[in-house]
């Protein structure tokens, strides 16, 4: 019995299809049909055995220059999009989702809509966007103007809740303090405690949470002292005690257990009760 070869009439239509680049070897070594006498089977084969079959058969292997296809774009194509952009007058993206919208009509790639741009020296228009908000970076003029306060979690533990208050000036550490809850009489209570260690700022900055309303609201207009809130998510506008959590979980020690936490920072002095 004959040992199953590769017939040769497979071997040169396979051969025409990778040269004019309709198949490429992954493809074409997927399902190669192998014939005796009696039967055929289909085999998945390497590239190596496919070009050495053409080799056995005495035929030519096929001449596949490596790199990416040569350039398919036409006249044709330059013309159609050429005409589509003065109707739309838009750049590659939306060009892309417009022309390929009703893909019996016509159809193209994104690369190849990318070159025949750069072919035709077509800019993109500019944007009917509004400019992109631009962020000024405020400082009080003088220390004890603006006090930065703020709550956190630290490890996202509900049972640490730590509470911070920096100054925004001097950008000093006025408190920092494990709470017993997240409510506005604790937070009432340490920067009352505070005041009364410096001098009494022109106003609070906070961020939106019930812990910096009602019973902390109440006191501060007793104090005559201002407070301003951020806007809902948007926590660069307090990023100056914001940018303290993130310092202060690298510097401490981490536990499961909140005691061992919280006596860690009482003794290494970086927290206060």
């Known amino acids: ?115 025949i741009y750069s072919i035709l020296e077509i800019k993109e228009p500019k944007s009917d966007r509004p400019p992109q908000k631009y962020y000024t970076p405020y400082e009080a003029t003088k220390p004890d103007t603006i006090w930065h306060v703020d709550v956190h979690f630290l490890y996202g533990s509900q049972r640490l809740p730590v509470y911070g208050i920096i100054d925004d000036k001097s950008r000093f550490l006025l408190a920092l303090k494990i709470l017993p809850n997240k409510s506005s009489e604790s937070t009432t209570r340490v920067a009352e405690e505070t005041i009364g260690l410096y001098q009494k700022p022109f106003c609070f900055w906070s961020d939106n949470g019930g812990e910096n309303m009602g019973q902390f609201y109440n006191w501060l207009m007793r104090n005559n002292i201002q407070i301003r809130h951020t806007l809902p998510h948007m926590p660069r506008q307090n990023g100056k005690i914001e940018r303290l959590w993130p310092s202060l979980e690298r510097n401490v020690g981490r536990s499961s257990n909140a005691k061992q936490i919280k006596n860690f920072l009482i003794k290494s002095g970086k927290i206060t009760l």
């Open 1 to 115: 019995m004959s040992r199953p070869t590769i017939p040769s009439w497979w071997l040169i239509q396979t051969r025409e299809k990778l040269e004019s680049r309709e198949l490429n070897y992954l493809i074409a070594c997927k399902r190669v049909p192998y014939e005796d006498e009696m039967k055929c089977e289909f085999r998945s084969i390497s590239k190596n055995t496919l070009k050495a079959a053409y080799t056995n058969a005495n035929l030519t292997p096929p001449n596949v220059k490596p790199g990416p296809a040569p350039d398919d774009i036409t006249p044709e194509n330059l013309q159609y999009v050429l005409q589509k952009f003065q109707e739309y007058k838009c750049g590659i993206q939306k060009m892309f989702w417009r022309l390929n919208m009703d893909q019996n009509v016509y159809s193209v790639s994104y690369n190849k809509l990318r070159r």
